[in-house]
């Protein structure tokens, strides 16, 4: 059934549920097969798949519409309308059917501990948490590019198994960042429009971004001998300059109302070929190319690999993959 959902982020929307036998709506989404809970502030450890209770409602109206909301249905709209985005995005661009390309939808958990300001994927439970946010600035975690980057850590894990630490773990935060703001720019809500921040809902207004990932004070911008000693969240920063260079090219530009302002490693001009095109590629790596040691050298040969299947060996694509990890210092 189709229901109303006043969201936090997102403004007024449809949520996809199911009708009750007896009465009443619950957030299983018929078309996905996402199940939306309230995980009742258990913290992260102690959740596993049928933790909390499942969201029911009687008139199919949902949440108020809030930040930092006293009705706990509100962030379970954006939630659970957030999965769906995740959903289509990755079945209608690449034909993905769900995390695991099974078809079988997963477990969202809202509510989860107390005051928790983030948001984790879990293989074990095929269910995704999220919390509170800090309760001041930073209210629950559960918008576009938060979700998006959370369910392509189970992507990633089905797929490439990128390991969590060193260069690897640095490429499997980026997978999580660049597919979790392809959900936004997927979505086109005019009230989270598609950005190169993540976490842009957050106060101050990003957590990380791609032109210039060295801004946040911890992520590099170019590839050295000793980027994999940084935590993957930072790590991470090689990979998103490059996929920002090679979607929209060096120096300044404004797109959707933000400012950005990306430099090369090696002095070079960059072209940029659109992030669609460049999703595209590295989706291909990913899930063709990509081990579960693939080192930031290996991504440059494995996103040209995946250009020259889609694009060809002498296209402008294919050329514009290579310049841009030449941008970022990988050889
Ligand atoms: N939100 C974080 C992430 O997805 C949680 C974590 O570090 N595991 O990377
Ligand atoms: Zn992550
Ligand atoms: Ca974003």
């Known amino acids: 059934a189709a229901g109303t959902g006043h969201s936090e982020y997102t403004g007024d929307i449809t949520v996809d549920t199911t009708a009750q036998s007896g009465s009443g709506y619950a957030l299983i989404d018929p078309l996905r097969g996402h199940t939306t809970r309230d995980a009742h502030n258990a913290s992260a450890g102690a959740i596993n798949a049928n933790s909390g209770t499942l969201y029911t409602d009687a008139d199919n109206v949902w949440g108020d519409g809030k930040k930092f909301s006293t009705d706990r249905a509100t962030a379970a709209v954006d939630a659970h309308a957030n999965t769906a985005w995740t959903y289509d995005y990755y079945k209608n661009t690449f034909n993905r059917s769900g995390i695991k390309n099974d078809g079988k939808g997963a477990t969202v958990f809202v509510h989860v501990g107390t005051k928790w300001d983030n948001a984790q994927w879990s293989d074990s439970c095929f269910c995704m948490m999220t919390g509170d946010g800090d309760g001041v600035t930073d209210p629950e975690q559960v918008d576009l590019d938060t979700m998006g980057h959370e369910m392509t850590h189970g992507v990633t894990s089905a797929t490439a198994n990128l390991r969590y630490s060193g260069e690897s773990g640095g490429l499997n935060e980026a997978t999580s960042d660049i597919f979790g703001t392809m959900v936004e720019w997927y979505a086109n809500n005019p009230v989270d429009t598609g950005d190169y921040l993540f976490s842009d809902q957050s106060t101050p207004p990003w957590l990380r971004r791609f032109d210039k990932p060295s801004l946040d004070g911890s992520s590099a911008d170019c590839w050295s001998r000793k ?105």
Not at 227 to 247: C, E, M, P, R, T
Not at 274 to 301: C, E, F, H
Request: proline share 1%; charged share 10%; with cysteine.
């Open 227 to 331: 980027v994999g000693q940084l935590d993957v969240h930072n790590s991470s920063g090689v990979g998103n300059h490059w996929f920002y260079l090679a979607s929209e090219g060096s120096g300044a530009r404004t797109v959707n109302g933000v400012a950005y302002n990306s430099p090369t490693c090696n002095g070079s001009t960059v072209t940029g070929i659109g992030n669609q095109k460049v999703a595209k590629i590295w989706y291909r790596a990913l899930t063709v190319y990509m081990t579960s040691t693939t080192d930031y050298k290996g991504a440059r040969t494995a996103s040209l690999n995946a250009a020259k299947d889609l694009y060809g060996l002498n296209s402008t694509e294919y050329k514009a993959v290579a310049a841009a990890w030449s941008a970022v210092s990988v050889a």
